[in-house]
Antibody
């Protein structure tokens, strides 16, 4: 069974930093691109970042570029999102998601999400 | 960046109704479009990939069509479990972008 479990969310002050993790199981992690998608309270979905299977290709939304860093550890079946210079507008549930297949970047599997709250 | 729009933003329907949601892209995305269903407090669920591919396990009452800039999601006969919010997403070009969502509620 495919499982994605996010952790690391919490309350942080504006300007602070936080590191999210996504532990995966049930598939060959090193074969798939991975993504972070967020959803502010009561709002729609926003794609945040993607990383290819071997970290060769990395992409960010303009809203987080220069502040967030996506990474992965294929040996530990883990995906990360390092967030710095956090702003109130970064408050959201953050989901990690796996590409459907290597040739199809729709998001087939999702975690349950972890809530990040940026507030003083 | 490619902008995605959806219409309507809210749709009130009854069980058994045929429902159609439209998604438009600001430029051609070929067929690289996905549809997701999301219920409150839950992660999104992939319904349709590559504009018309029905994901395994998704009921056949869901179908997708379109290419280029205009796409539709159709539910042929709305069921109680289908009341949710639906999002389209283009994955032709980074940054990937979602539509604003269509909430399907009970009439």
């Amino acid at each position: 069974e495919v499982q994605l479990v996010e952790s690391g969310g919490g309350l942080v002050k504006p300007g602070g930093s936080l590191r999210l993790s996504c532990a995966v199981s049930g598939f060959t992690f090193s074969s798939y691109s991975m993504n972070w998608v967020r959803q502010a309270p009561g709002k729609g979905l926003e794609w945040v970042s993607s990383i290819s299977s071997r970290s060769s290709y990395i992409y960010y939304a303009d809203s987080v570029k220069g502040r967030f860093t996506i990474s992965r550890d294929n040996a530990k079946n883990s995906l990360f999102l390092q967030m710095s210079s956090l702003r109130a507008e970064d408050t959201a549930v953050y989901y990690c998601a796996r590409d459907r297949y290597y040739y199809d970047s729709s998001a087939l599997y999702w975690g349950q999400g972890t809530l990040v709250t940026v507030s003083s | 960046d490619i902008q995605m729009t959806q219409s309507p933003s809210t749709l009130s329907a009854s069980v058994g109704d045929r429902v159609t949601i439209t998604c438009r892209a600001s430029q051609s995305i070929s067929s690289w479009l996905a549809w997701y269903q999301q219920k409150p407090g839950k992660a999104p669920k992939l319904l349709i990939y590559k504009a018309s591919g029905l994901e395994s396990g998704v009921p056949s009452r869901f179908s997708g069509s379109g290419s280029g800039t205009e796409f539709t999601l159709t539910i042929s006969s709305l069921q109680p479990d289908d009341f949710a919010t639906y999002y389209c997403q283009q994955y032709n070009t980074y940054p990937f972008t979602f539509g604003p969502g269509t909430k399907v509620d009970i009439k």
